[in-house]
């Protein structure tokens, strides 16, 4: 196992990235502790782990409320003696895509923007201040392959707000790892185009024209499964990449290519 006895932190592990993400690193060794703003879902969640012979435990914590995350996180140094790995998997609120920039309200634009960026500040900070002291840990930050488009995509998908939000995200993650490195944290971005395989089969005919443009921008001809993403993250994570920050996983099936 990659993450035998690691202390692993997820914020969103309700959603469908975060919780495939905690599963895969309580698969391989980790002790998960998971939040979101709606208990029953990180408690399923967790009971899923359990199930599988994991150990996982379910808190309610809002990835916005600085109070919240630096109890919660005291909480866990307290029960677990250490926090090894923070991933942050929030649902951007607010997120308004397809709408044309010149014709998009204020507060569609910005919310997204202040909501991931807020939340990956507010969560990865706090979990830097306790992996500093160990001079150990990895922070996960995800992002999209908004950022990346084409012109032809930027003309087609109309990303808003949460474009901005995601190049906010990846460029906080470069410059936080260039400030922890020194200190012994790393930090990894994953970068992932749309995850099809959650998309609700009762909107297929509304979805299925955009899935099919999107497959076919990509060289692998498909878009990411959930377990890729897990399978990424997990090794993000581990000693295995312990030479690995700053940088953009790219998990977009080749929808982007690109140095990192």
């Known amino acids: 196992m990659m993450l035998e006895n690691k202390i692993a932190v997820v914020y969103g592990a309700g959603g469908h990235i975060g919780g495939a993400v905690a599963k895969a ?3 391989d060794g980790a002790k998960v502790f998971l939040t979101g703003r709606t208990l029953d879902k990180v ?12 150990v996982a435990e379910a ?14 996180l005291t909480d866990v140094v307290k029960k677990a003696g250490r926090i090894d790995i923070s991933f942050n998997a ?7 895509q397809g709408t044309p920039l010149h014709k998009m309200k204020y507060d ?14 507010l969560t990865a ?12 840990g990895v922070i996960l930050t995800l992002s ?32 936080l790892a260039g400030e922890l490195g020194p200190l012994g ?10 995850v099809s395989e959650v998309w609700p089969i009762e909107h297929e005919k509304e979805w299925a024209p955009a899935k099919a443009y999107m497959d076919a921008s990509t060289v692998l001809g498909r878009l990411p499964k959930l377990a890729e993403i897990a399978g990424a993250a997990v090794f993000a994570a581990s000693d295995r990449a312990s030479a690995m920050t700053g940088t953009l996983l790219n998990l977009t099936c080749g929808s982007i290519m690109d140095a990192n």
């Not at 929030?90 to 308004?96: A, E, K, N, P, V």
């Not at 569609?108 to 500040?121: E, N």
């Open 144 to 175: 999209s392959s908004a950022p990346g488009l084409s012109g032809r995509d930027r003309m087609f998908h109309k990303p808003g707000g949460f474009g901005v939000a995601c190049a906010a995200i990846e460029e906080f993650s470069r410059t």
């Open 185 to 194: 944290v790393r930090v990894v971005c994953l970068r992932s185009d749309a």
């Open 59 to 72: 808190a309610q914590v809002d990835a916005l409320n600085n109070e919240a995350i630096e109890q919660h």
């Open 90 to 96: 929030i649902s951007i609120r607010g997120d308004l």
């Open 25 to 27: 690193l309580a698969a």
């Open 43 to 54: 408690e399923k969640v967790a009971a899923e782990i359990g199930a599988a012979g994991g």
């Open 108 to 121: 569609d634009f910005i919310t997204p923007i202040s909501v991931g960026s807020s939340a990956h500040f």
């Open 125 to 136: 900070t706090a979990a830097a201040r306790h992996m500093i002291e160990a001079h150990s």
